[in-house]
């Protein structure tokens, strides 16, 4: 008798979710085409839990990075993190016992990734973290909690990297939870099919290759509060003046700057833009003389591409992307300093890290298999 599929429950929730789930949705397809040394099927069902839920911040995502519509959206929306998480939990409690998963999938570290796990690990459903083992030991991050909590009761704990497996063994996790797989947003980056014009968004915003600085910022430190947020767009503005800038602003971003009071009305040559999709946030990135970020993704993907990056951020939990990669970290006080001294260097930097090779997601497949 061949076994039954292995059935696996995918969450996305927000933004950078949907290219770490993409990967595993193409990697189960082509699994189930070639069977790739394993007969057994793989089957999946996908979850949208709607953390994020606008065109800019999810729709867009779906039809760049060709992922199917979900077979259940639980429609949560925002909220503070008590009520998003607990909404998340309540809503798809159900859907573990109508699908009867053998894995829940979960990536990254949002709301949706710590809720989810929660859920499945009490209704004795194995659970799989895929980008586990990632610290920046700060728990003053939401984000850095959710890590903590999934990691400490999801039962395999595929990793990007060496660092995070050492990590998780300073916290005391059974070598035997833990696998090194790679990281899964290079699959993402590796296995995209390009636009007929992939640099439209550089024409789009008179922008010329390496001209011009690419600046995302979302976190609560940096966005939150009024006077570091002050100080961010008074560098901007100064920055502005020596060099075109292109800011896709984040909902968070642009509703606090509105409530502050705060405008970039006087910096001609920033151009302050809605979130942009994949591929133009990919072409930005690339094609950017230097990002300035506090997201996770981006310093990854200016890595894979050796754009220099300035993180704003007092740490961060992808030291590769620093060690081997293109990154650096900076503070709003030194940011014009480290730009210039960054801006005399060379355009591309660092090397590109291992598994970082975009077959991280056949690996976890295989994993999967493995572990029944
Ligand atoms: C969330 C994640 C963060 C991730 C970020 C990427 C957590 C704890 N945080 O933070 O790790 O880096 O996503 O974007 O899970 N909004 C919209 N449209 C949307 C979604 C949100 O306009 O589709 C607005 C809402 O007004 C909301 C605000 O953006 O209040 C912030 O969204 P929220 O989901 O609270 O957190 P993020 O800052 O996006």
Excluded at 27 to 40: D, K, S
Aim: aromatic letters at 6%; charged letters at 25%.
């Amino acid at each position: 008798m061949p076994l039954p599929p292995l059935k696996l429950l995918l969450i996305a929730g927000a933004r950078p979710n949907f290219m770490k789930i993409a990967p595993l949705i193409k990697a189960v397809e082509a699994h189930n085409r070639t069977g790739n040394g394993n007969t057994r099927a793989v089957e999946f069902c996908l979850v949208h839990t709607g953390q994020h839920y606008d065109e800019k911040m999810s729709n867009i995502f779906f039809r760049e990075l060709g992922i199917p519509a979900p077979h259940h959206n639980l429609e949560i929306g925002s909220g503070s993190h008590a009520v998003q998480t607990a909404n998340i939990m309540i809503r798809f409690e159900p859907v573990c016992l109508e699908e009867k998963p053998d894995w829940v999938i979960v990536v990254g570290d949002v709301n949706s990734t710590v809720a989810c796990t929660l859920v499945a690990t009490k209704l004795g459903i194995r659970v799989a973290h895929v980008e586990a083992g990632l610290r920046s030991y700060d728990r003053g991050m939401p984000e850095e909690i959710n890590r903590l909590v999934t990691d400490a009761i999801a039962d395999l704990l595929l990793t990007p990297s060496e660092d995070a497996d050492q990590n998780l063994l300073r916290e005391g996790v059974a070598p035997k939870r833990i696998r090194t797989v790679g990281n899964i947003m290079i699959d993402s980056i590796i296995g995209r099919t390009l636009p007929e014009n992939p640099t439209a968004i550089l024409d789009r915003l008179g922008l010329k290759k390496e001209g011009f600085l690419f600046v995302t910022l979302h976190r609560p430190s940096n966005v939150d509060d009024r006077a570091t947020l002050e100080v961010i767009v008074r560098e901007l503005s100064a920055i502005a003046n020596e060099w075109p800038v292109v800011f896709p602003i984040h909902p968070r971003t642009l509703k606090n700057m509105e409530t502050f009071g705060l405008s970039f009305a006087d910096s001609p040559h920033l151009q302050l833009i809605e979130p942009v999709g994949y591929h133009d946030s990919l072409a930005l990135t690339e094609n950017a003389r230097c990002l300035l970020t506090d997201s996770g993704g981006l310093q990854e993907e200016s890595t894979f591409f050796r754009t220099p990056c300035l993180t704003l951020r007092p740490n961060t939990e992808r030291p590769v992307t620093v060690i081997l990669g293109s990154n650096r970290l900076t503070t709003p006080a030194r940011l014009r300093e480290d730009l210039r001294s960054t801006l005399q260097g060379p355009a591309r930097t660092g090397i590109i890290p291992p598994y970082w090779d975009g077959k991280t997601a056949e690996r976890i497949v295989a994993e999967l298999l493995r572990a029944g």
